[in-house]
């Protein structure tokens, strides 16, 4: 049985902060739900209750689709070496885009990222850690830069065009209203 507590604790910052990858899940009452990794030290925990992760561009946009109907989201750590740990950050959680005046104070607390699309402030209501024991031990390696090289290359309006192609509706038809809230 895990145990749960009501803010992020110390011992649950430092797990975090050693993690390389966490795991995003998100849905609205009909749609699919949604399981996104993340990485690129995209994650910061601002305070016992809230953590915001900035979210680069990728080919679907589910988690802003999901929040604009539902804005519950759960955070997954699971620790791949040390001591044997799944961690759980649930809560309610919006995003921020370009335009919005949160964006630039929260951007400048991550190494800048092209392609960057929203940063998710997620508001923690409960936090619960469970064994990990089932987890296997992986070693990592290093980051992957394909992402990031990829949108460096195409640079900011090139990126523009990819969410008015790719990244405006989620698999299920949902907007995500990412042109109108990043693009002006």
Same mark, same amino acid.
């Given at each position: +049985? *895990?145990? /749960?507590?009501t803010k992020i604790e110390q011992r649950e910052q430092d797990l975090i902060a050693a993690q390389k990858i966490f795991?995003? *899940?998100?849905a609205t009452a009909d749609s699919r739900v949604?399981?996104?990794p993340k990485g690129m030290d995209s994650l910061r925990v601002l305070g016992p209750n809230r953590v915001?992760? &900035?979210? *680069?561009? *990728?080919?679907g946009n589910e988690t %802003? %689709? $999901? &929040?604009l109907q539902n804005p /519950? +989201?759960?955070v997954m750590f699971a620790a791949f070496e040390g001591r044997p740990v799944i961690l759980r950050l649930y809560g309610t959680a919006k995003a921020i885009h370009h335009n919005d005046p949160d964006w630039d104070d929260l951007y400048a607390l991550f190494p800048p990222m092209p392609g960057a699309r929203q940063i998710f402030d997620l508001d923690v209501d409960l936090v619960q850690t469970s064994c990990g024991m089932a987890v296997p031990f992986f070693d990592y390696v290093e980051e992957r830069e394909s992402l990031s090289n990829h949108f460096a290359k195409k640079g900011p309006e090139g990126t523009a065009e990819y969410w008015e192609k790719k990244n405006q509706q989620s698999i299920d038809g949902l907007?995500? $209203?990412i042109v109108e809230r990043n693009i002006a």
């Open positions: +049985m *895990g145990t /749960r507590y795991f995003v *899940g998100t949604n399981v996104s915001i992760w &900035l979210n *680069g561009t *990728g080919s %802003a %689709a $999901h &929040l /519950r +989201m759960t907007p995500t $209203h």
